[in-house]
């Protein structure tokens, strides 16, 4: 079972507002994922980081999506101003070396 | 542009039953490929992995048959149960990230 933790579970906002989910990898993972599912199960990559360092993002969709990995505090996927769009469940995984890939419960987005 | 893809959008067997679930991908570079069982409400879960130098990787009930030839692999479920069903995700991986495919949901019938 996953011990990757993930808070909070549910979060409603409304347009234009900020969203922020936080992550607590599981202990001795070094690398950590962010991925959004959307209500059609559709998987997209949004960033990795190994320890605090970033190893690779996509455009993160217009600059709104930020996200940290801080040393001794929680990852956290930050969105800056909320979009209908952005509606869907956020993943966060954690990995001991990449390949194997850990999921915590995820975060349940929705923007009205 | 989907990479990975998984012919069924549902299957439904019977209890005690083997669930062959079936996958195809196009990229010869991933060479690590799982398969995640989500249940409603739940992160997906790692089942099952195979690395494309192998050709078959079991785990109790569950196998993984790879067909680097055909770039094909299935999950077969053996002695299907109830608590199986959920939905079933393909993933392809070259060392880094994951690219699902669309999910296979289960449903076994008791």
């Known amino acids: 079972n996953s011990k990757v933790i993930q808070t909070p579970r549910y979060l409603v906002k409304g347009q234009g507002q900020k969203a922020k989910m936080r992550c607590i990898p599981e202990?001795?993972?070094?690398?950590v994922f962010w991925y959004q599912q959307n209500k059609n199960n559709e998987f997209k990559f949004l960033i990795n980081?190994?320890?605090?360092?970033?190893?690779?993002q996509i455009d993160m969709t217009e600059k709104r999506f930020s996200a940290e990995c801080p040393s001794n505090s929680p990852c956290s996927l930050e969105i800056q101003s909320s979009e209908a769009g952005d509606s869907a469940l956020y993943l966060c995984?954690?990995?001991?070396?990449?390949?194997?890939?850990?999921f915590g419960p995820g975060t349940r987005l929705t923007v009205l | 542009q989907q990479q990975v893809r998984q012919s069924s959008q549902s299957l439904t067997v019977w209890e005690g039953e083997t669930a062959i679930l079936n996958c195809s991908y196009e990229?010869?570079?991933?060479?690590?490929f799982p398969w995640y069982q989500q249940f409603p409400g739940e992160g997906p879960a790692l089942l099952i992995a195979?690395?494309?130098?192998?050709d078959k990787k079991e785990d109790g009930r569950f196998t993984i048959f790879f067909n680097k030839r055909e770039k094909n692999l299935s999950l077969h479920i053996k002695d299907s149960q109830p608590g199986d069903s959920a939905t079933y995700f393909c993933?392809?991986?070259?060392?880094?990230?994951?690219?699902f495919g669309s999910g296979t949901k289960l449903t076994v019938e008791p």
């Open positions: 993933a392809e991986s070259n060392y880094n990230v994951l690219y």
């Open positions: 980081f190994q320890n605090q360092e970033v190893l690779q």
């Open positions: 990229n010869s570079a991933f060479d690590y």
């Open positions: 995984a954690s990995s001991p070396d990449r390949d194997e890939q850990y």
């Open positions: 202990k001795g993972h070094p690398v």
């Open positions: 195979i690395r494309s130098v192998s």
